[in-house]
Structure formats: structure tokens, C-alpha cells
């Protein structure tokens, strides 16, 4: 494996896990964790599904024990990151995107993710996940649903605070 096609491999796997954690740090434990795993035993034959399948195992688990210890936060503050800008009809800022991908539930960004960045259809999807295809077309469709509402809400809200702002607005 030449080390541009890993290099791209592992941007691949950290997008990926991005879209399931949410979380930038998070995502670059995920790929290292998966990576570490992978190294002895598959690294001749590494592929990109294997890698994905890998990440995704390692959210589930940490996700259940997640689940199993209720822990305390020492102190409260949401980590934004800096990404691209998004044309969608509009402008819009990358830190409100990832704000609305943030209440989107972690199956929904992953199966939004898959399709939207990675260009996977949704019987690939519905097969690297194992779910029903029906499952994951829902899933696709709730994730951008809610997404065109938080943006509208989002851009409705922005508009209304710049003609607050103006003094002679009307």
C-alpha cells in the first residue's frame, strides 16, 4: 500500500468516523483506534469497506459502554470546529451545518454521510451497516428533512437578528 493511498484511506476513515461521533477529537481517536487494530493483521489487504466496518464496530462499543457508565461533565462547552463552506441554495456557514448535524441521531448522520460524501448507494449502505434497505432510505430522508427545517429555522432567525440590528429597517 503506497503511502498516498493511505493517507487518503485514513482522510476517508476520519470523515467517516467524524459522521458518526460528531466530534473531531473523538473521530481521531476512532481512526487510530481502527488503525491499530488493523495494522498487524489486514494491512497488505486493506480496503476501504474493511477500514469503515472497523470504525463502525468501534463506535458501537463505545457507544454501549458509553451507554453503561453515566458520567458528569466537568465543565460544559461545545467543541465547534472550522470546516468548508456549504452551498446549498444558499451560503451557508460551516459552523451552523455542523450545529445542525449535531441534533441529527448518530444512525441518521452516518447513513446521511454515506450517501451524501461518500456517494454510497443505499443497498451498499443498507449492506456495510446491516440494515434493512426500507431502514436506511428512512433514515436519509428523516436526516434531510430535519436538516432543511433546522436551516430554515436557522436562516429565518440570522435574517430576523440583522433587521433588529438596523435601526431604520422598514
Aim: one cysteine or more.
Amino acid at each position: 500500500m503506497s503511502p498516498n493511498t493511505t493517507e487518503q484511506l485514513l482522510q476517508a476513515g476520519y470523515r467517516y468516523a467524524l459522521a458518526l461521533r460528531g466530534r473531531p477529537d473523538d473521530a481521531r481517536d476512532l481512526v487510530h483506534e481502527a488503525w491499530l487494530r488493523l495494522n498487524g493483521q489486514w494491512l497488505p489487504i486493506l480496503t476501504k469497506a474493511r477500514l469503515f466496518r472497523t470504525i463502525r464496530n468501534l463506535f458501537i462499543d463505545q457507544y454501549r459502554r458509553d451507554q453503561l457508565m453515566v458520567m458528569e461533565p466537568l465543565e460544559l462547552h461545545s467543541d465547534l470546529y472550522l470546516a468548508h463552506e456549504v452551498a446549498l441554495d444558499r451560503e451557508i456557514h460551516a459552523l451552523e451545518l455542523t450545529a445542525c448535524l449535531g441534533q441529527l441521531r448518530a444512525p441518521e448522520r452516518e447513513a446521511l454521510f454515506l450517501n451524501s460524501v461518500e456517494g454510497y448507494t443505499v443497498s451498499e449502505i443498507a449492506q456495510m451497516t446491516g440494515r434493512p434497505r426500507g431502514t436506511v432510505l428512512s433514515l436519509i430522508h428523516r436526516a434531510k428533512e430535519k436538516m432543511r427545517a433546522l436551516l430554515v429555522v436557522d436562516e429565518s432567525a440570522a435574517s430576523e437578528s440583522d433587521l433588529r440590528g438596523q435601526p431604520n429597517a422598514r
